[in-house]
């Protein structure tokens, strides 16, 4: 199974919106909805952000949104803050297999 | 409240092997799935398996097979990642984290186990 392609870096000054690409293709992404996205702090373990393509698990904030179409999913951060910088990885179900995109740097200016 | 605690970090040499290991609570062991994820330093998440836990049954991603083993032990809500014959590339933080509806909504804190002579 192919890592999914995400870009290797983004950033966005406070109180700005960006938005994170997961690109698959039509065996994986395009194939459900079962893309999760996961937020990961140095040193610390992956916390899940959105999962089924736009669920987002209790105690995260709305300002995190996800969503799909075709072969691609994206996870679209608002009004950003200083603690959103971390990596994110994007996840998405392969038949009995999961696959991780290459993960996305983002950076807060 | 659910947890997940991982055995602590380890140092071995070339050859050798190692068990991680994954305790959990707060839950019923049996009713969810658990995965295995590896992240070598500073590269991203790398999904390596996930086991039935009411069956012991593991499913391998490509590149986890032989040498990796994923077990269980029920009585004790415990899973387990041995790896033999470990290498340098295998120097990694190893997570496991329980799969619900949707994927994986509880993470262990990793276990970091180094390879070096």
């Known amino acids: 199974q192919s890592a999914l392609t995400q870009p290797r870096s983004v950033s966005g000054s406070p109180g700005q919106s960006v938005t994170i690409s997961c690109t698959g293709t039509s065996s994986d992404v395009g194939g459900h909805n079962y893309v999760s996205w996961f937020q990961q702090h140095p040193g610390k373990a992956p916390k899940v952000i959105i999962y089924d393509v736009s669920k987002r698990p209790s105690g995260v904030p709305d300002r995190f949104s996800g969503s799909k179409s075709g072969n691609s999913a994206s996870l679209t951060i608002s009004g950003l803050q200083a603690e959103d910088e971390a990596d994110y990885y994007c996840?998405?179900?392969?038949?009995?297999?999961?696959?991780f995109g290459g993960g996305t740097k983002l950076t807060v200016l | 409240q659910v947890q997940l605690v991982q055995s602590g970090s380890e140092l071995k040499k070339p050859g050798a092997s190692v068990i991680v290991s994954c305790k959990t609570s707060?839950?019923?062991?049996?009713?969810?799935?658990m995965n295995w994820v590896r992240q070598a330093p500073g590269q991203g998440l790398e999904w390596m398996a996930w086991?039935?836990?009411?069956?012991?049954?593991?499913t391998y991603a490509q590149g986890f097979t032989g040498r990796f083993v994923f077990s269980l032990d029920t009585s004790v809500n415990t899973a387990y990642l041995q790896i033999s014959s470990l290498k340098a590339e295998d120097t990694a933080v190893y997570y496991c984290?329980?799969?619900?509806?949707?994927?994986?909504?509880?993470w262990g804190q990793g276990t970091l186990v180094s390879v070096s002579s």
């Open positions: 996840c998405s179900y392969v038949g009995s297999y999961k696959v």
């Open positions: 984290a329980r799969e619900a509806v949707g994927g994986f909504d509880h």
């Open positions: 086991i039935n836990t009411n069956t012991g049954q593991p």
């Open positions: 707060g839950y019923t062991f049996t009713n969810y799935a």
